[in-house]
């Protein structure tokens, strides 16, 4: 009687150098997506850190001076 997943031949192992290189291959591959994470987490922070956003006219670095200017006559 067969059973599923089971094989009938003899032997049949994984070919040592087919293994390795598969492992070297997975392991590129891991280093990759971990280098293109990190770039999209620094890319995250520096737009988080840039501050684009609206600023308030009155509270920001330009003193609110085309809006409220009390030199004005």
Do not use: H
């Amino acid at each position: 009687m067969c059973l599923p997943g089971m094989s009938s031949g003899g032997g049949g192992g994984v070919d040592p150098a087919a293994q390795a290189e598969a492992d070297e291959k997975k392991r590129q591959n891991l280093e990759t997506r971990k280098e293109r994470r990190q770039d999209v987490l620094s890319q995250t922070i520096a737009a988080t850190q840039r501050g684009s956003g609206r600023r308030s006219l009155i509270t920001g670095p330009g003193g609110g001076m085309g809006y409220f200017n009390r030199y004005r006559t």
